[in-house]
């Protein structure tokens, strides 16, 4: 795996709100290539398997309330340097402090529900593609 590789999900209230259209459009226009997809209803233990490294932060049980209340699409989007460009179109975590013209900047006003998430490193891409596709 290489920073060719990133892993991509829409959350709940990406997909609820009506916005997977949206939000793939931005990463297809951006030259990004979707290799693979599918809509899961993640289960408590994936959520805190994938959401680790944030397992003592104080928001961690609100993080997993959210992300397992609906149906999510995951994803893996390939292209040169398709962790960092993906980040950049997401926008910053908190909506509030993204760029406009970012997806988070764009759709979102709160830290907890801010529609998308894509891997930060090339560890952790690898890590949650094993995670989400195997
Ligand atoms: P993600 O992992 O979902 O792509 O988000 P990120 O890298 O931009 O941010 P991260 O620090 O990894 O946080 C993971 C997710 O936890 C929720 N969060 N809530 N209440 C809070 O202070 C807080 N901080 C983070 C968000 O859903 C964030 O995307
Ligand atoms: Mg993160």
Avoid: C
């Amino acid at each position: 795996m290489s920073n060719k590789h990133t892993f991509v999900m829409i959350k709940p209230d990406g997909v609820e709100r009506g916005d997977v259209g949206n939000i793939i459009s931005r990463f297809e226009n951006k030259g990004l290539e979707l290799q693979n997809m599918k809509l899961m209803h993640i289960s408590r233990d994936l959520a805190k398997k994938h959401y680790q490294e944030h397992k003592e932060k104080p928001f961690f049980n609100e993080l997993i309330d959210y992300i397992t209340s609906g149906p999510v699409i995951v994803m893996i989007w390939e292209g040169e340097n398709a962790i960092s460009a993906v980040r950049f179109l997401m926008g910053a975590t908190d909506p509030q402090k993204a760029e406009p013209g970012s997806i988070r900047g764009d759709m979102a006003l709160s830290i907890t529900k801010n529609i998308v998430h894509g891997s930060d490193s090339e560890e952790s891409a690898q890590r949650e593609i094993n995670l989400f596709f195997k």
